[in-house]
């Protein structure tokens, strides 16, 4: 007898292999949007960690302690806890050690959370003139 096309077993067996294939490869595909999801929101976390570094170096903790500031698309917000009390130095300063706990948002999402050691100072005396 000859024999022409598919049977039906062959057929299912087709669609089996078809149907396992597709699900393995979609199943790879969303592991790997998962990771990039993932990558971005890391990305993101990493530049609002570095504006806001960049932002607190020109802020000084024994004048302004605790704040709210919006730049750009991020707003940071800082407390500074004293470490030690106020202490004069040996020029015209007065200073203080600090850690600053510093939390960043993007549209009312925290996006990170660190603590930041810092110097703040005041200046407390004036300099001599000698003419």
């Given amino acids: 007898m000859n024999q022409r096309g598919f049977t039906l077993l062959e057929a299912i067996i087709a669609l089996v292999l078809i149907t396992s294939t ?5 199943s790879w595909i969303n592991t790997n949007l ?9 990305y993101q976390r990493q530049e609002a960690m570095r504006n806001a570094l960049a932002y607190m170096d020109t802020v000084n903790p024994f004048e302004k302690p605790h704040g709210k500031e919006t730049v750009g698309i991020y ?3 800082w407390k500074a806890n004293a470490l030690q009390l106020p202490k004069k130095g040996k020029g ?10 510093i939390e960043v948002f993007h549209q ?14 005041k200046q407390v005396y004036q300099p001599q003139k000698w003419f």
């Fill in 22 to 26: 597709g699900m393995a490869l979609l």
């Fill in 34 to 42: 998962i990771t990039l999801q993932h990558i971005q929101q890391t």
């Fill in 75 to 77: 707003t940071f917000q």
């Fill in 92 to 101: 015209l300063y007065q200073m203080a050690l600090y850690d600053t706990e």
């Fill in 108 to 121: 009312k999402t925290l996006l990170a959370l660190f603590t930041l050691r810092q110097i703040g100072f």
